[in-house]
């Protein structure tokens, strides 16, 4: 009975640890399945709008009965600023993202990725959202985090160096395009661009994504309205860019449809809801941290599975990119203990501290009485501080 408990003690402790393990796992799933259907002839443009239909789908039953009661009435600005939301988030980053993907490979999307943070940093300064106090070290960290982060993401795409063989890794993928992995390829440095500008729509999702959220504080529903909304967007583009490819838009029971309902359901639906959990528990710091986990993993089994070719530039690269990940991380955390409020019970103990009676020795200079007087401090009931004066 002793052990069974000590065991329950161990997963309560460690279920955010657990979770947030299972996340990356579960979105590196989702870099190999989608590279795998890439590498298949799969037209990234599709894959964006099924995706999101599906995770529309997955979302929106949950979203109209869980939130019903805290869901606010929708306007033309909050919809208009969910259309900008959608924007970013489904058009700039989803689609660049897997179009950099495309010409890059798995491995190297996933660690530019990583960036991400860093970008949002700038993004925020721009838009004034956070302010620059260089003589606080958390502040000092960060930028210095940025600059050592975008510095590794632009080594990655500028040289990529000898291939780096490991067991597994040096066979040829079947299906893959001449372009990807190709270290003569002209499309690498213009994949790791697309990539970069990914990164910079993920970066200013967050940043809309906060602002919306103060006005329609409902977040399950709101990332069904992004989701629906980037559908029809991206729909749009893909009947222009697929235009004389009508046949792209077909579905069969092959690796395509299961990256579609992979990254639909398991990324877009489960991954948003139980990140959002998390992070409301752990905050977005313990989260952010866990990252480059989701590089290594994709790394390796990127080498394994899809037998992608490893270069020396990506791996140092990718390291400078995560040591710049963790400066941001620590400014960020080192911010956020500075600047957080005082606890429930600090607050309490010392509202506890202020109400208690204060007794004050007073003299009263009286020809016939010479004695010591007690004046005693109290709150009454409208709030006041009184004293009484007690002989």
């Keep these: 009975m002793e052990c069974c408990k000590k065991v329950f003690d161990w997963f309560r402790n460690a279920k955010s640890y657990l979770i947030i393990l299972s996340l990356q796992f579960g979105s590196a799933g989702m870099y190999l399945i989608t590279m795998d259907a890439l590498n298949k002839g799969m037209s990234h443009y599709v894959f964006v709008v099924y995706r999101n239909v599906i995770a529309t789908v997955a979302l929106a039953p949950f979203a109209f009965f869980l939130e019903r009661k805290v869901r606010p009435k929708m306007t033309v600005r909050i919809f208009s600023e969910i259309m900008a939301v959608a924007f970013v988030e489904i ?8 179009l950099g993907m495309k010409y890059t490979s798995a491995s190297f999307a996933s660690a530019v990725m990583n960036s991400v943070p860093s970008i949002t940093f700038v993004l925020a300064i721009i838009f004034r959202l956070e ?8 502040c000092l960290a960060k930028v210095i985090g940025t600059m050592v982060t975008l510095g590794g993401a632009f080594l990655m795409a500028l040289y990529k160096g000898p291939i780096v063989n490991f067991a597994g890794s040096s066979g040829s993928h079947a299906g893959q395009p001449e372009n990807v992995n190709d270290p003569s390829g002209n499309h690498w440095l213009i994949g790791a661009c697309f990539l970069l500008i990914g990164c910079a729509g993920f970066s200013a999702f967050y940043i809309l994504q906060a602002i919306t959220l103060r ?3 409902a977040e399950m529903s709101l990332a069904t309205w992004v989701c ?3 559908a029809l967007q991206s729909s749009a583009v ?15 029971l092959d690796s395509r449809l299961v990256a579609y309902a992979y990254s639909g359901i398991v990324t ?23 990252n480059p986990l989701r590089m290594i993993i994709v790394t390796a089994l ?6 992608e070719k490893l270069h020396l530039g990506s791996i140092i690269g990718g390291v400078v990119v995560v040591i710049g990940l963790y400066l ?9 203990k500075h600047a957080m409020p005082a606890s429930p019970e600090k607050v309490t103990l010392q509202r506890q501290q202020q109400l208690l009676p204060v007794t004050a020795p007073t003299t009263r200079s009286d020809e016939n009485d010479n004695k010591a007087q007690l004046v005693t401090v109290e709150e009454n009931k409208n709030g006041d501080l009184v004293g009484t004066q007690k002989q």
Excluded at 91 to 98: G, K, P, R, S
Excluded at 302 to 307: D, F, G, K, Q, T
């Design 268 to 290: 877009s639906a489960i991954q948003f809801y139980v990140q959002g959990m998390v992070i409301k528990t752990t905050g977005p710091v313990f989260v952010t941290a866990f």
């Design 302 to 307: 990127a080498c394994i599975v899809l037998s």
């Design 228 to 230: 629906f909304v980037g």
């Design 215 to 217: 006005k329609y504080p």
């Design 131 to 138: 302010r620059m106090k260089m003589k606080e070290i958390g």
């Design 238 to 252: 893909t009947i222009f860019m697929e235009r004389n490819t009508p046949h792209v838009w077909s579905i069969s």
């Design 328 to 336: 941001v991380v620590w400014g960020k955390a080192k911010e956020h």
């Design 91 to 98: 058009i700039l980053d989803q689609c660049f993202t897997f």
